[in-house]
């Protein structure tokens, strides 16, 4: 009785992919095709977007990591000239005003830094998923091919 059950539910799943295909018969082999070679090219674009963008990763994350530092250092030296500016003098409290103005402007560029590094990373992943997606249709249209030529008579020699 299992054995039954899987065969036919087997049989209904092969029947429902082969019904859902697009192309079936051999005068749809141009558009497969035409839909093939297209879709090779789209392929081929993703591929060299998805590299430019992963070559640009190192310095971006670079630039943030660089960016990060600064701003951290700004920050530290803000600090320490805040804490002399307290004794009461004008000069040291204008200086730590300037100070801390000059790493608010650093936490600002780390945190764009940051933000480019994170808009990359999800560009990448993107790129990764739709290429997926576009290998995914190539390899159903190489299936459809398959199952139309499987349909023609074989020559005989």
């Keep these: 009785m299992k054995t039954t059950n899987y ?4 049989f209904l799943l092969f ?8 192309y079936k018969t051999p005068a749809d082999t141009a558009k497969l095709n ?5 879709l090779n090219k789209e392929i081929a674009d993703l591929g060299t977007q998805l590299s430019t963008a992963q070559n640009k990763l190192s310095g971006y994350q670079a630039k943030a990591d660089k960016a990060q530092q600064e701003a951290q250092d700004a920050a530290q030296a803000s600090s320490s000239i805040a ?17 801390a103005g000059k790493a608010y402007d650093k936490a600002k560029e780390a945190k764009v830094a940051g933000n480019n590094l994170t ?3 999800d560009k990448i992943k993107k790129l990764n998923k739709e290429l997926e997606s576009k290998r995914n249709r190539l390899k159903s249209l190489g299936e459809m091919r ?12």
């Design 119 to 121: 808009k990359l990373n």
């Design 7 to 10: 065969i036919l539910a087997a």
């Design 15 to 22: 029947s429902i992919s082969a019904s859902a295909q697009k």
């Design 34 to 38: 035409t839909e093939v070679v297209k």
């Design 83 to 99: 804490s002399k500016a307290k004794d009461g003098k004008i000069k040291d409290a204008k200086s730590a005003k300037k100070n």
């Design 146 to 157: 398959t199952a139309i030529y499987a349909q023609q008579p074989m020559p005989v020699k």
